[in-house]
């Protein structure tokens, strides 16, 4: 089993940037970022392939970078220009091997909140 610990969230002002970071307590697959705001679903933010190709949902393309840190088991959430409409708590989700099985896993979330 592996443990995902998300941190970086906070209030920041539209326009404004944030750095989440999501820490594994050990290998990870395929990591990804999601998010959820109140009243809808859970959507995906951004992934990392293990070959580290990225894909992005097309509202958060040109504004939010992913990135990973193998030697760490951390990966990143680059937020630059903020909108009012990027509040939600932010996932991190990945996957573990176990044996022959891969798993998924989800973090706690972090709050993201801009606003004026």
């Known amino acids: 089993q592996v443990q995902l610990v998300e941190s970086g969230g906070g209030l920041v002002q539209p326009g404004g940037s944030l750095r989440l970071s999501c820490v594994a307590s050990?290998?990870?697959?395929?990591p990804g970022w999601y998010r959820q705001a109140p009243g809808k679903q859970r959507e995906l933010v951004a992934a990392i392939s293990d070959n580290g190709r990225t894909n992005y949902a097309d509202s958060m393309k040109g504004r939010f970078t992913i990135s990973r840190d193998n030697s760490k088991h951390t990966v990143y959430l680059q937020m630059n220009s903020l909108l009012p409409e990027d509040t939600a708590v932010y996932y991190c989700?990945?996957?573990?091997?176990?044996?022959?099985?891969?798993?998924?896993?989800w973090g706690q979330g972090t709050q993201v909140t801009v606003s004026s």
């Open positions: 989700k990945a996957s573990s091997l176990q044996g022959l099985t891969f798993y998924d896993y």
């Open positions: 050990g290998s990870i697959y395929n």
